[in-house]
């Protein structure tokens, strides 16, 4: 969006325009109900993969290594590769492509790419193609072909693990809803047809197949051999929902045939034990209307599994969970050991793995090497990266004062959803390439990974015990301590970066991404030390950073050419300012470091306060009044000044009190409208030598995440103030 705006909203449109629209606790709950109902708690979506030779890399671009599957393509042979995109709002978007041979690419049917020789060089580097998406379905097909040198295949996908990964859906009808990419063996002869929408394979290749291939499953029997191969002793279990008529008063009668011994738990109470093959029979009772009905099934030594009778009356049973490409009603869990002890109910959650008798294992279809697999596909609700750390402390912190109950459910589920399911995303980037969910979690190699949202966690984590929230906190604190990149002098810096751009630069961000979690992790864990690391870290960055002349903060710092970039970046500053505030707090005054730190709070704090501009706002560059009124960071200085006039960290807190109640005022005028929608928030950045990037280049976003939770906070902390002081809002 623009950086060149007087005004972002109408004044008549404003928060400020309003009845109370200046009352601090109506502007939280307005705020807060928008994000929460704009962004649903959806759960995640569950989706079969198949086995395949096409699978996802680190970075999240899909491999397509041709000339390992297919060794004896020849010369004038192409093999094409089928997938598609659901995309809620047209857009362009830069896609990473890596050429192994000639390459074409195909967009709803029409050719946007093919390369040229130099493209498909070993050792040339990635490519960056603009593609322009359309709402809706986005079909995409790659045809290979193979150089004189044998060489054959590519790699495509969003390439970016950090911000929300694109995960490529089989685009046939044969495969609805399935993950992945579908493809031809070697063809002589082009395909007859290039698919645009959703469509028959047999269609669009004529008589070829496509491939991974799917088992024919006409003749399941429930015999789990056909999964878990022959091994007498081996144990599995099996998962259906049972949903009975609600007109029907008596029991439901189930039938079948045993292949092995068997025991059926109906609503965790066992209604049937059989000890070896053969026919059975059993009632549940229905004075529930429905429920889960769990088999667990030993191996003989002749078969395993069961089969029920497809004439149920009164009741139909159906997959205990929506799984996308998948029509069958049984979902399993297996092999485990012979003495290994079953309990369905510790896996019926679908958020961990389980230890089966070589390995860990998770949830499957009835059809051999087609896995179930969670992917998260909301935008927002239940994702785990640093802009939602700190959203989410804001709507943790509002539904404390506003005594909101659902506000903290909302954000205990969020978290819960990410740390719950942490261990299974760590198995599934295992098995699959990259996980399916907890993206940056399940792949923590930057502060940005971690720090923000794990300090949330640590907090929701006092409200209520959230699966996982320890072992996610514990591994954090390992990182952090451990393994982040540090120069001799043990400041944490970024060695590699998300763009080589990046590489060797300290950042003041990441002041925000470790030391408000260091503070809480050494609450949490009653070690001095992560406290100690954080005030060692924030001193440490103002040796490299800090402008005493101006008594601000340089955005980075250029460890390849050791200098700073002087570059006085608003939400850069901010971030220093609000982890100095959280540290402030944590540090015992006793502390051999708490007055120096306290005086390199009180020399920021004047600094800032001279940049605040006439309408109560901070600039995008803080020393450049014509850049455009940036929200992040005049909430960060308001949470910092509000905090320090309460703590008693200032000497002369009279001029800070005002600019607090001058900030709020400006942000309900000018940012905040009636709707609760915040304007003027920053875009996340790059880094540059010139504040003109940050001027005409790094634009705002509406409602970006990087700035409601600073906003919500800023709010709670000025009438905590105005509390402390007697005043009203």
Same mark, same amino acid.
């Given at each position: 969006?623009?950086?060149?705006?007087?005004?972002?909203?109408?004044?008549?449109?404003?928060?400020?325009?309003?009845?109370?629209?200046? @009352?601090?606790?109506?502007?939280?709950?307005?705020?807060?109900?928008?994000?929460?109902?704009?962004?649903?708690?959806?759960?995640?979506?569950?989706?079969?993969?198949?086995?395949?030779? =096409?699978?996802?890399?680190?970075?999240?671009? $899909?491999?397509f290594?041709?000339?390992?599957?297919?060794?004896?393509?020849h010369?004038?042979?192409?093999? $094409?590769?089928?997938?598609?995109?659901?995309?809620?709002?047209?857009?362009?978007?830069?896609?990473?492509?890596?050429?192994?041979?000639?390459?074409?690419?195909?967009?709803?049917?029409?050719?946007?790419?093919?390369?040229?020789?130099?493209?498909?060089?070993?050792?040339?580097?990635?490519?960056?193609?603009?593609?322009? !998406?359309?709402?809706?379905? &986005?079909?995409?097909?790659?045809?290979?072909?193979?150089?004189?040198?044998?060489?054959?295949?590519?790699? =495509?996908?969003? #390439?970016?693990r950090?911000?929300?990964?694109?995960?490529?859906?089989?685009?046939?009808?044969?495969?609805?809803?399935?993950?992945?990419?579908?493809?031809? *063996?070697?063809?002589? %002869?082009?395909?007859?047809?290039?698919p645009?929408?959703?469509?028959?394979?047999?269609?669009?290749?004529?008589?070829? %197949?496509?491939?991974?291939?799917?088992?024919?499953?006409?003749?399941?029997?429930?015999?789990?051999?056909?999964?878990?191969?022959?091994?007498?002793?081996?144990?599995? =279990?099996?998962?259906?929902?049972?949903?009975?008529?609600?007109?029907?008063?008596?029991?439901?009668?189930? %039938?079948?045939?045993?292949?092995?011994?068997v025991?059926?738990i109906?609503?965790?109470?066992?209604?049937?034990?059989?000890?070896?093959?053969?026919?059975?029979?059993?009632?549940?009772? *229905?004075?529930?209307?429905?429920?889960?009905?769990?088999?667990?099934s030993?191996?003989?030594?002749?078969?395993?599994?069961?089969?029920?009778?497809?004439?149920?009356?009164?009741?139909?049973?159906?997959?205990?969970?929506?799984?996308?490409g998948?029509?069958?009603?049984? !979902?399993?869990?297996?092999?485990?050991?012979?003495?290994?002890?079953l309990?369905?109910?510790?896996?019926?959650?679908?958020?961990?793995v389980?230890?089966?008798?070589?390995?860990?294992?998770?949830?499957?279809? &009835?059809?051999?090497?087609?896995?179930?697999?969670?992917?998260?596909?909301?935008e927002?609700?239940?994702?785990?990266?640093?802009?939602?750390?700190?959203?989410?402390?804001?709507?943790?912190?509002?539904?404390?004062?506003?005594?909101?109950?659902?506000?903290?459910?909302?954000?205990?589920?969020? +978290?819960?959803?990410?740390?719950?399911?942490?261990?299974?995303?760590?198995?599934?980037r295992?098995?699959?390439?990259?996980?399916?969910?907890?993206?940056?979690?399940?792949?923590?190699?930057?502060?940005?990974?971690?720090?923000?949202?794990?300090?949330?966690?640590?907090?929701?984590?006092?409200?209520?015990?959230?699966?996982?929230?320890?072992?996610?906190?514990?591994?954090?604190?390992?990182?952090?301590?451990?393994?982040?990149?540090?120069?001799?002098?043990?400041?944490?810096?970024?060695?590699?970066?998300?763009?080589?751009?990046?590489?060797?630069?300290?950042?003041?961000?990441?002041?925000?991404?470790? +030391?408000?979690?260091?503070?809480?992790? *050494?609450?949490?864990?009653?070690?001095?030390?992560?406290?100690?690391?954080?005030?060692?870290?924030?001193?440490?960055?103002?040796?490299?950073? $800090?402008?005493?002349?101006?008594?601000?903060?340089?955005?980075?710092?250029?460890?390849?050419?050791?200098?700073?970039?002087?570059?006085?970046?608003?939400?850069?500053?901010?971030?220093?300012?609000?982890?100095?505030?959280?540290?402030?707090?944590?540090?015992?005054k006793?502390h051999?470091?708490?007055?120096?730190?306290?005086?390199?709070?009180?020399?920021?704090?004047?600094?800032?306060?001279?940049?605040?501009?006439?309408?109560?706002?901070?600039?995008?560059?803080?020393?450049?009044?014509?850049?455009?009124?940036?929200?992040?960071?005049?909430?960060?200085?308001? $949470?910092?000044?509000?905090?320090?006039?309460?703590h008693?960290?200032?000497?002369?807190?009279?001029?800070?009190?005002?600019?607090?109640?001058?900030?709020?005022?400006?942000?309900?005028?000018? +940012?905040?409208?009636?709707?609760?929608?915040?304007?003027?928030?920053?875009?996340?950045s790059?880094?540059?030598?010139?504040?003109?990037?940050?001027?005409?280049?790094?634009?705002?976003?509406?409602?970006?995440?990087?700035?409601?939770?600073?906003?919500?906070?800023?709010? =709670?902390?000025? @009438?905590?103030?105005?509390?402390?002081? #007697?005043?009203?809002?």
């Amino acid at each position: 969006m623009t950086t060149s705006l007087t005004r972002y909203i109408d004044p008549e449109e404003s928060m400020a325009a309003q009845t109370d629209g200046t @009352n601090i606790p109506h502007v939280l709950t307005v705020m807060a109900q928008r994000y929460i109902g704009e962004h649903p708690p959806h759960g995640p979506v569950y989706r079969v993969t198949r086995a395949s030779e =096409i699978r996802k890399l680190e970075n999240h671009t $899909y491999s397509f290594p041709i000339e390992r599957i297919f060794p004896e393509m020849h010369a004038g042979q192409r093999v $094409y590769a089928w997938a598609k995109l659901w995309i809620e709002e047209p857009q362009e978007f830069i896609f990473l492509l890596r050429c192994l041979g000639p390459v074409r690419l195909y967009h709803n049917g029409e050719q946007r790419f093919g390369s040229a020789p130099e493209e498909e060089a070993e050792e040339a580097p990635p490519l960056k193609l603009k593609i322009g !998406l359309v709402r809706g379905w &986005n079909h995409f097909l790659l045809e290979l072909g193979q150089r004189a040198d044998g060489r054959c295949g590519a790699e =495509i996908g969003s #390439g970016n693990r950090k911000n929300k990964p694109y995960t490529f859906l089989a685009p046939s009808l044969e495969r609805q809803g399935e993950e992945g990419w579908i493809y031809t *063996s070697p063809m002589d %002869s082009p395909l007859p047809q290039m698919p645009a929408a959703t469509m028959s394979e047999q269609v669009v290749s004529g008589a070829a %197949s496509w491939l991974p291939k799917r088992a024919d499953t006409s003749d399941w029997q429930g015999r789990l051999e056909q999964l878990y191969g022959l091994s007498p002793g081996l144990k599995a =279990i099996s998962w259906t929902s049972v949903r009975v008529d609600p007109a029907m008063t008596g029991p439901v009668t189930i %039938s079948g045939v045993a292949y092995g011994p068997v025991t059926f738990i109906w609503n965790g109470h066992k209604v049937y034990e059989a000890a070896g093959a053969g026919s059975f029979s059993f009632n549940l009772e *229905s004075c529930r209307r429905s429920g889960s009905l769990v088999a667990y099934s030993t191996c003989s030594e002749e078969s395993w599994g069961f089969q029920l009778h497809e004439n149920l009356t009164n009741a139909v049973l159906h997959s205990p969970v929506k799984v996308h490409g998948y029509a069958g009603k049984w !979902l399993h869990l297996g092999p485990f050991a012979a003495d290994a002890e079953l309990r369905a109910n510790d896996y019926m959650k679908m958020d961990t793995v389980a230890a089966g008798s070589s390995g860990e294992v998770f949830w499957t279809t &009835n059809e051999p090497e087609a896995f179930v697999r969670p992917f998260l596909e909301n935008e927002l609700f239940g994702r785990w990266n640093y802009p939602l750390g700190v959203t989410l402390f804001g709507l943790l912190e509002t539904s404390r004062l506003l005594a909101r109950s659902d506000m903290t459910d909302y954000v205990t589920r969020h +978290v819960e959803f990410a740390t719950s399911t942490y261990a299974y995303s760590l198995w599934d980037r295992k098995q699959f390439g990259a996980a399916g969910l907890n993206n940056q979690l399940s792949h923590i190699d930057s502060l940005d990974d971690c720090g923000s949202f794990g300090a949330l966690a640590i907090l929701a984590n006092r409200l209520r015990q959230l699966k996982g929230a320890r072992a996610v906190s514990d591994d954090i604190a390992h990182y952090i301590m451990n393994v982040q990149d540090r120069l001799e002098d043990g400041t944490l810096y970024r060695r590699i970066g998300v763009s080589p751009s990046m590489h060797n630069t300290m950042w003041c961000d990441d002041m925000y991404m470790s +030391v408000p979690f260091l503070c809480r992790y *050494s609450e949490l864990s009653g070690d001095m030390r992560y406290v100690e690391e954080a005030s060692r870290q924030l001193l440490l960055y103002k040796k490299y950073l $800090y402008m005493p002349e101006q008594q601000i903060m340089s955005h980075v710092y250029d460890v390849s050419s050791c200098k700073p970039s002087l570059t006085t970046w608003g939400r850069g500053n901010g971030w220093v300012f609000f982890s100095l505030s959280v540290l402030l707090q944590a540090l015992p005054k006793g502390h051999s470091s708490y007055k120096e730190i306290l005086r390199f709070y009180r020399e920021l704090a004047e600094g800032y306060l001279r940049l605040q501009g006439k309408n109560g706002l901070w600039h995008q560059v803080l020393t450049d009044p014509e850049s455009y009124e940036e929200a992040s960071c005049t909430s960060m200085f308001m $949470y910092g000044f509000a905090l320090g006039v309460r703590h008693g960290w200032l000497l002369e807190p009279q001029a800070f009190t005002r600019a607090v109640m001058s900030g709020w005022n400006g942000l309900c005028a000018r +940012v905040i409208d009636k709707h609760g929608n915040l304007y003027g928030v920053c875009k996340g950045s790059s880094w540059s030598y010139s504040n003109a990037y940050y001027k005409h280049e790094l634009g705002w976003n509406l409602n970006d995440t990087h700035g409601i939770g600073i906003v919500l906070l800023a709010g =709670i902390e000025a @009438n905590a103030m105005m509390n402390s002081l #007697g005043m009203k809002s």
